[in-house]
């Protein structure tokens, strides 16, 4: 309640932040969203194997910067959704799908890692014994980097960091349109004015290229609200991941 308050009391003063393309600081919430929304489905096999997914048969190049780790895990003792065993009996291991920006592998069930001649990683789920089993993430997160979150805004000369997403819209290729409710503008390595009602557009594949810090702690959060839908089914995920500097990406906002 406290939280809400404050931060109903700052969006009273905030403004929409200067449009263009800025450098970007994103807290944990909102990493997980790129992790998840933008980046994660893109790994699907059953994607992979239809050929509709931008990463398909580029397993070992370099797609991202080096700051850029991204995991999906069925059990992480940081947080998240509760998945030991996906609902092909596969145990849910944790898999690396970027490991310091090269990608590394997707998620699979039974079925598309069989189609594709690779192992099931555990990621075959249905929302109930009523529904088909599709390839489906678990807890979809950007791992830690070697900064904290006030260094990445101290060294920030300007640029603007976002917390709370508020919905958007991603397409298969990876392009996305994403909300933050709440962000302040950064100005040689301080919080300045706050800002409201952010809007963020470009590729998650364009976007990891200008990742050049991520911080060192990782908060992972799941919701018993809702979830991942895909193909008219529901299944609960977490998203998360570390404090990340992006140093370009465009914001949408007030001409000044």
């Not at 797609?63 to 991204?70: D, G, K, P, R, Y």
């Not at 008219?232 to 370009?248: A, E, F, I, Y």
Request: proline share 5%; charged share 25%.
């Amino acid at each position: 309640a406290e939280k809400a308050v404050e931060m109903a009391k700052t969006a009273l003063v905030a403004r929409r932040p200067p449009a263009g393309e800025q450098v970007v600081i994103t807290r944990p919430e909102l990493t997980g969203v790129f992790a998840h929304e933008s980046f994660g489905h893109l790994t699907e096999g059953d994607g992979i194997f239809a050929k509709t997914s931008p990463l398909t048969g580029r397993l070992g190049e370099q797609i991202a910067s080096e700051q850029v780790t991204i995991v999906d895990a069925g059990v992480d003792p940081r947080g998240g959704y509760y998945f030991p065993v996906d609902d092909e009996g596969v145990p849910a291991e944790r898999v690396v799908l970027v490991e310091r920006g090269v990608l590394r592998a997707y998620l699979h069930s039974r079925e598309s890692a069989g189609l594709l001649g690779m192992r099931p990683t555990g990621n075959g789920r249905a929302q109930s014994f009523q529904h088909d089993i599709l390839v489906r993430m678990r807890n979809t997160f950007f791992e830690a980097g070697d900064w904290s979150e006030d260094e990445i805004i101290r060294e920030t000369r300007r640029g603007i960091l976002l917390d709370k997403p508020a919905g958007g819209q991603v397409s298969e290729d990876g392009t996305f349109t994403f909300n933050a409710r709440i962000g302040y503008i950064v100005e040689n390595g301080e919080l300045k004015e706050p800002v409201r009602d952010v809007v963020l557009a470009g590729n998650i594949l364009e976007m990891l290229k200008y990742v050049d810090a991520a911080a060192r702690s990782v908060e992972i959060s799941t919701s018993p609200f809702g979830g991942c839908g895909k193909w008219g089914q529901m299944v609960h995920v977490g998203d998360g991941g570390p404090t990340l500097r992006v140093t370009k990406l465009l914001v949408g906002g007030e001409q000044r």
